[in-house]
């Protein structure tokens, strides 16, 4: 069983930064792309960032410039670096990832981590 937990979430102020981390764990998979959505109260789930394999990255318009996803192979790790944060930019945050859990033969499968709060004061 393989889970993404993911950590760094709290309270700062506009123009401040925070590093969101995810770890997934378990034991015998191989994760494809992981990223990282948001969800703000009353509004739907968007994409942030995602860090596919081959290490290409991609943003939404309204991170670039501010936020950098980083990714540790060796560790199944995702970050989130996030600068000059703004207070539109509060949300629970989650990480993603595509990966294969050869113990469960079920193929290539999305998992979600449980979300961290992310509040900008303003």
């Known amino acids: 069983q393989v889970q993404l937990v993911e950590s760094g979430g709290g309270l700062v102020q506009a123009g401040g930064s925070l590093r969101l981390s995810c770890a997934a764990s378990g034991n015998n998979f191989s994760i494809r792309t992981m990223a990282w959505y948001r969800q703000a109260p009353g509004k739907e789930r968007e994409l942030v960032a995602t860090f596919t394999s081959a290490g290409s990255t991609n943003y939404a318009d309204s991170v670039k410039g501010r936020f950098t996803i980083s990714r540790d192979n060796a560790k199944n790790m995702v970050a989130l670096q996030m600068n000059s944060l703004k207070p539109e930019d509060t949300a629970v945050y989650y990480c993603?990832?595509?990966?294969?859990?050869?113990?469960?033969?079920?193929?290539?499968?999305?998992?979600w981590g449980q979300g961290t709060q992310v509040n900008v004061s303003s």
């Open positions: 993603n990832a595509e990966l294969i859990d050869y113990s469960r033969r079920t193929g290539y499968r999305v998992y």
